[in-house]
């Protein structure tokens, strides 16, 4: 099955600055990689994604860039504010024909510092 | 519109009693997912259900743990005999069809003491 692994576990960046998560797949078949964001006690949200068929996805201060031959994946959020201070988790899927649930990193604790 | 929504938010259960969760999909989304969020990671997949027919359950940790979804909607989530293992943070996601856009509930927390 699909094993995806995160790093870095903990990420410190000062307000304004940009934060960058990674995370690598094993699954070549997989295609769908949503990034998730889950503050203390609530529920996951998703925040973006990117299928396979696209190498970077923007959406505001959040992009998402796929390399597929290196399979791996990352999160880029630029210009950092408190309220992105939250766990993010990486995820992939897709290779199940559809019939799958996605399988998480173990996630990320982002810490913006004032 | 309505998100995802579960009950109870809070379970405490002793070891050996069954506990029943419910999940309450996004109006109109085909795919439902159950997750098992234990603490300081991330979220595992129990099983999906695609309407009514349940397509994959290889996530089931054990034949203790069984889930339904007679008429397509709501799913329920039962744990027979529960043990201290099976403290978790349950989560159900649904999406409009298959693994795509998955939305999440706020999830079940279950103690078992």
């Known amino acids: 099955g699909e094993n995806v692994e995160q790093h870095p576990s903990t990420l410190s960046v000062q307000e304004g600055d940009s934060a960058v998560i990674k995370c690598t797949y094993s699954d070549s078949a997989s295609n769908y990689f949503p990034w998730y964001k889950q503050e203390l006690g609530k529920r996951p949200q998703l925040i973006i994604d990117?299928?396979?068929?696209?190498g970077e996805k923007k959406d505001q201060r959040i992009a998402v860039t796929l390399n597929k031959t290196a399979k791996h994946f990352s999160l880029h959020i630029t210009e950092t504010q408190p309220e992105d201070s939250a766990v993010y988790f990486c995820?992939?899927?897709?290779?199940?024909?559809?019939?799958?649930?996605?399988?998480f990193g173990k996630g990320t604790h982002l810490i913006i510092q004032p | 519109g309505a998100g995802v929504s579960q009950s109870p938010r809070y379970k405490v259960a002793k070891r050996g009693q069954d506990v029943a969760l419910r999940c309450d999909p996004i109006s109109g989304h085909v795919s439902l997912f159950w997750y098992q969020q234990a603490l300081g990671q991330g979220p595992e997949f129990l099983t999906y259900f695609q309407n009514e027919a349940q397509l994959d359950k290889s996530g089931l940790p054990s034949d203790r743990f069984f889930a339904e979804r007679p008429e397509g909607s709501v799913s329920t989530l039962k744990i027979q005999r529960t043990q201290q293992e099976d403290s978790a943070v349950y989560l159900c996601?649904?999406?409009?069809?298959?693994?795509?856009?998955?939305?999440f509930g706020p999830g079940t927390r279950l103690t078992v003491t």
């Open positions: 996601a649904s999406s409009l069809s298959t693994v795509y856009e998955q939305y």
């Open positions: 990117i299928r396979s068929n696209v």
């Open positions: 995820a992939g899927a897709g290779s199940g024909g559809g019939a799958d649930g996605l399988t």
